[in-house]
């Protein structure tokens, strides 16, 4: 193992992270409300780079990111991407759908009656957001709720995946962890 970056900006705990291998970037999210995201090809596209010589080999230190993202009021805890998306949710209820390119805002969503949202799957065209047993399905080329259901008796969704009509789910009811595959054909 090499250290090849150390990034720093966040003013607060990091929640999550991603690799975009597509872009080659590192996007992170924080309690510090903000999403940030590193360019690691072209590092002086960045903040303030200097080198770190206390391993075996050099480690780029990169203090400041190439964008910030704002605009939720708390913490930022998930983080999904697609080609064509970057979307992120934060426990004041709202997820932020930018454009995975441009990184402008394309769609925004109010779960404000909900306390966090726990669980996210996104791909070009599908964001599934999940929490306290209540499942959202939007079209992302429309930004539009097409479908909630609320999966009866179950008191938290922890993670969820979708593809071809089909969503796996892995909830909690009556303190029993479950994987519960739905079909929404």
């Not at 957001?129 to 938290?156: K, M």
Request: contains cysteine.
């Amino acid at each position: 193992m090499k250290c090849l970056y150390i990034l720093s900006g966040h003013t607060d705990r990091i929640y999550s992270t991603i690799y975009d291998h597509e872009r080659k970037r590192c996007i992170s999210a924080s309690m510090d409300t903000t999403i940030r995201i590193w360019d690691l090809e072209n590092i002086r596209n960045n903040g303030e780079c200097s080198y770190a010589t206390n391993s075996a080999s050099p480690c780029a230190k990169i203090l400041g990111a190439m964008y910030t993202l704002r605009g939720h009021r708390a913490l930022v805890g998930l983080l999904g991407l697609s080609d064509k998306f970057l979307v992120s949710a934060s426990v004041d209820g709202s997820i932020r759908c930018w454009d995975a390119n441009t990184y402008f805002l394309k769609h925004f969503f109010d779960h404000t009656q909900l306390n966090t949202i726990t669980a996210l799957h996104v791909s070009d065209e599908v964001l599934v957001s999940g929490s306290e047993g209540l499942l959202n399905i939007y079209d992302l080329n429309s930004g539009l709720l097409v479908r909630s259901d609320t999966l009866s008796g179950a008191d938290n969704v922890w993670n969820v995946s979708f593809k071809d009509n089909t969503l796996v789910a892995a909830v909690e009811r009556d303190k029993r962890n479950l994987l519960e595959i739905l079909d929404f054909s």
